[in-house]
């Protein structure tokens, strides 16, 4: 295991006015308000990521009024790292805040060898929390989520699963992310028959990757459940970080595991010209507008970011001062992305 924690960092205290300019939405028909902008672990809280750096990201989130850290328990590398990592800045940084968080993970992908290591078994969904609240070292997550369908195993027994980690105090609720329509209605009405009520989904959702306008959002709408977009810039692609090249400091060019370059066609760099050309006009980075386009629908509860430097923090944040777009706008944008 590599620890980079090159710098040290004085005492932290947050900023007083870290509220002031976050703008939250309530979750659903729930109780809950998350920030429109969350923050996801998924990259650079890995063991060979710097943990200064993680610390300075996390401190200028919370700072902008962002309350909602969002993991997994396969994220890293290597698996588990992002909540190892997550639990040494929390312990040094963010115990005293600790009820002004909304921390969240999941289970559902691949972690450890065997049959129990993966999927949605009520064996494995358990187990799975347990490692994950020792890695972070706490006492209950904020938000529990089944990270996908598990095609084998009944619903019954997935929702029924974390129904009970609700009832057993382990977290305070549950959501379920990239379920089509038809199974996140039916575990709605499973949670609701546990006496329990779905929070969230968790879905992929960028301009460039619109399945969820095929029904998923419109059957949130109707079981009252919120919905937090994962994957908003289409992994660094509607930003305009690849105008001009493949920059060696990319993701594109450093991790292909969910960005390759042959991705980033001549096609696909034309419309993300053209839309960097409105969110110009707009007088909005491009990664702006993506965010504030995906804000524009009030069932979007929350665009989850992940981001590399504290200063992309701020500009994400900064999206929020302009979620209004004009229709020859959005007519001129739908046209570039449907042509």
Same mark, same amino acid.
């Given at each position: 295991m590599k620890i980079n924690d090159t710098s040290a960092l004085p005492d932290y205290i947050a900023d007083k006015e870290r509220y002031d300019q976050m703008q939250f939405r309530r979750c659903g028909h729930s109780g809950l308000l998350l920030p429109m902008i969350s923050l996801g672990l998924w990259h650079n809280f890995g063991h060979d990521d710097d943990l200064s750096n993680g610390r300075k990201i996390l401190r200028t989130a919370f700072d902008l009024g962002i309350t909602h850290f969002d993991l997994a328990n396969n994220y890293g590398p290597p698996y588990g790292s992002a909540e190892e990592n997550f639990g040494r800045i929390f312990k040094r940084d963010f115990v005293p805040y600790r009820d002004e968080l909304i921390i969240s993970t999941k289970a559902g992908w691949d972690m450890w060898p065997g049959p129990y290591g993966n999927l949605g078994s009520r064996k494995y969904l358990i187990a799975s929390l347990d490692q994950s609240l020792n890695r972070?070292?706490?006492?209950?997550?904020?938000?529990?989520?089944?990270?996908?369908?598990?095609?084998?195993? #009944? &619903? $019954?027994?997935? =929702?029924? %699963?974390?129904?009970?980690?609700?009832?057993?105090?382990?977290?305070?609720? *549950?959501?379920?992310?990239?379920?089509?329509?038809?199974?996140?209605?039916?575990?709605?009405?499973?949670?609701?028959?546990?006496?329990?009520?779905?929070?969230?989904?968790?879905?992929r959702y960028s301009m460039f990757d619109r399945w969820v306008e095929g029904g998923l959002l419109d059957k949130l709408e109707q079981v009252g459940a919120g919905a937090i977009a994962?994957? #908003? &810039? $289409?992994?660094? =692609?509607? %930003?305009?970080?690849?105008?001009?090249?493949?920059?060696?400091?990319?993701? *594109?060019?450093?991790?292909?595991?969910?960005?390759?370059?042959d991705q980033i066609t001549s096609e696909v760099l034309e419309k993300v010209k053209k839309l960097n050309?409105?969110?110009?006009?707009?007088?909005?980075?491009?990664?702006?507008?993506?965010?504030?386009?995906?804000?524009?629908?009030?069932?979007?509860?929350?665009?989850?970011?992940?981001?590399?430097? #504290?200063?992309?923090?701020?500009?994400?944040?900064?999206?929020?001062?302009?979620?209004?777009?004009?229709?020859?706008?959005?007519?001129?944008?739908?046209?570039?992305?449907?042509?």
């Open positions: 972070m070292g706490l006492d209950y997550v904020d938000i529990f989520y089944s990270h996908r369908r598990d095609p084998d195993t #009944p &619903l $019954e027994e997935t =929702i029924g %699963t974390l129904a009970d980690i609700l009832q057993q105090g382990k977290a305070l609720y *549950a959501g379920i992310s990239q379920y089509s329509p038809e199974d996140t209605a039916r575990a709605a009405e499973i949670m609701k028959e546990h006496g329990r009520s779905l929070l969230i989904h968790q879905p994962f994957s #908003p &810039l $289409e992994q660094g =692609i509607l %930003t305009n970080k690849y105008l001009s090249g493949f920059p060696e400091d990319s993701r *594109a060019v450093k991790d292909g595991r969910y960005l390759k370059q050309n409105i969110a110009m006009t707009r007088g909005q980075s491009l990664a702006q507008m993506a965010i504030s386009w995906l804000l524009k629908d009030k069932r979007i509860t929350s665009v989850l970011v992940g981001v590399s430097r #504290p200063e992309q923090i701020k500009d994400n944040v900064g999206s929020l001062d302009r979620l209004n777009f004009s229709s020859s706008e959005l007519n001129a944008i739908r046209h570039i992305l449907e042509s």
